[in-house]
């Protein structure tokens, strides 16, 4: 059987505004667009690979995708993330040593135009395990995101 190399994930999500989505992703990566047409825009990013396709359409409330994410290898480059993005103009929210999906993780928060929560994360301790007081704490943070502070 070949072997496959996979270049890349693509994700393509649904926005109401291409052109204030492309001014959030503009400051979230750091980077310009590599590719914009009339409801159409495309961020090919190399750090984290990922190429990004945002399309113009109805959106009336947002869809079953819980929230995207960034992991990093460190809190210092979670801050790092972070400090780009405040001087960028986005509001971030922080967690410190947070007990999520069952690892305690560093991260920030950051909401897209469309309500979109992207978080940055190191896990610091994985594979904790289940508790009886346990919820869906990342469900719970992108619904806290409305509200969040730099």
Request: glycine share 4%.
């Amino acid at each position: 059987m070949k072997s496959v190399t996979v270049l890349k994930p693509h994700v393509s999500i649904n926005v109401r505004n291409v052109q204030a989505s492309i001014e959030f992703y503009k400051k979230m990566f750091g980077i310009e667009p590599a590719k914009v047409r009339t409801g159409y825009a495309k961020f090919d990013v190399q750090n984290p690979p990922l190429n990004l396709a945002m399309n113009e359409a109805p959106v009336k409330e947002r869809g079953a995708l819980s929230h995207l994410g960034l992991q990093v290898a460190s809190t210092e480059d979670v801050l790092a993330i972070r400090e780009r993005w405040i001087q960028a103009g986005l509001t971030t929210r922080d967690e410190e040593k947070t007990s999520c999906c069952y690892a305690v993780q560093d991260k920030s928060w950051v909401q897209d135009p469309d309500g979109n929560a992207w978080e940055v994360f190191v896990v610091l301790e994985d594979n904790l395990p289940e508790k009886a007081e346990a919820t869906a704490c990342c469900v719970t943070a992108t619904t806290e995101l409305v509200g969040i502070t730099r």
